[in-house]
T-cell receptor
Framework: SQTIHQWPATLVQPVGSPLSLECTVE??????LYWYRQAAGRGLQLLFY??????ISSEVPQNLSASRPQDRQFILSSKKLLLSDSGFYLC????????????FGPGTRLTVL | DQQVKQNSPSLSVQEGRISILNCDYT??????FLWYKKYPAEGPTFLIS?????DKNEDGRFTVFLNKSAKHLSLHIVPSQPGDSAVYFC??????????FGAGTRLTVKP
């Protein structure tokens, strides 16, 4: 069966520091991968999605970037965190169609101070 | 531009009664609809889905109804249990396009 991992579970970082959140998927090949941020009252905001290694699409302009160095690894990064980057970050995977059911990881709570 | 809307941020229901969570959408091209359940500090989990060729899908205590003409879907939970207390997200997608999520409805089931 497929499983999706995210770490760390919680992170407290100072403003201006770098960020690296990692997501890995097991039990499937060539998944679509997604990064979301959950904001209060706004549901799940799609930040990035990837249909393959090195292929990243961004949904919104922002202070963050994503990379997919391996088929089942998806990384969310920032060079310098802003206060507004605080939030709950979720990684998800789906089959090869972007409309396929998505399955989420446990999430990372990021607090920028 | 929110294409998927959950207009009720919260709902409180007594244990054993029916919970009805509502969702409206604006994009008539959506053809696949899903409900996710989310506990605090956890990722959402897939609950139930329905394609546009159906108007009802049932899975145990959970039933999703789709009214395409009204661009409305609902999730019925019968009977509601305290463990159902969570935030429920409605989502919709069209072929080869991104899934869109509503803002969520927090359901509280009181014992």
């Amino acid at each position: 069966s497929q499983t999706i991992h995210q770490w760390p579970a919680t992170l407290v970082q100072p403003v201006g520091s770098p960020l690296s959140l990692e997501c890995t998927v097991e039990g499937t090949s060539n998944p679509n991968l997604y990064w979301y941020r959950q904001a209060a009252g706004r549901g799940l905001q799609l930040l990035f999605y990837s249909v393959g290694i090195g292929q990243i699409s961004s949904e919104v302009p922002q202070n963050l970037s994503a990379s997919r160095p391996q088929d089942r690894q998806f990384i969310l990064s920032s060079k310098k965190l802003l206060l507004s980057d605080s939030g709950f970050y979720l990684c998800a995977w789906s089959g090869s169609q972007r409309a396929d059911t998505q399955y989420f990881g446990p999430g990372t709570r990021l607090t920028v101070l | 531009d929110q294409q998927v809307k959950q207009n009720s941020p919260s709902l409180s229901v007594q244990e054993g009664r029916i919970s009805i969570l509502n969702c409206d959408y604006t994009n008539s091209m959506f053809d696949y609809f899903l409900w996710y359940k989310k506990y605090p500090a956890e990722g959402p989990t897939f609950l139930i889905s329905i394609s546009s060729i159906k108007d009802k899908n049932e899975d145990g205590r959970f039933t999703v109804f789709l009214n395409k003409s009204a661009k409305h879907l609902s999730l019925h939970i019968v009977p509601s249990q305290p463990g159902d207390s969570a935030v429920y997200f409605c989502a919709a997608s069209e072929l080869n396009n991104d899934m869109r999520f509503g803002a969520g409805t927090r359901l509280t089931v009181k014992p």
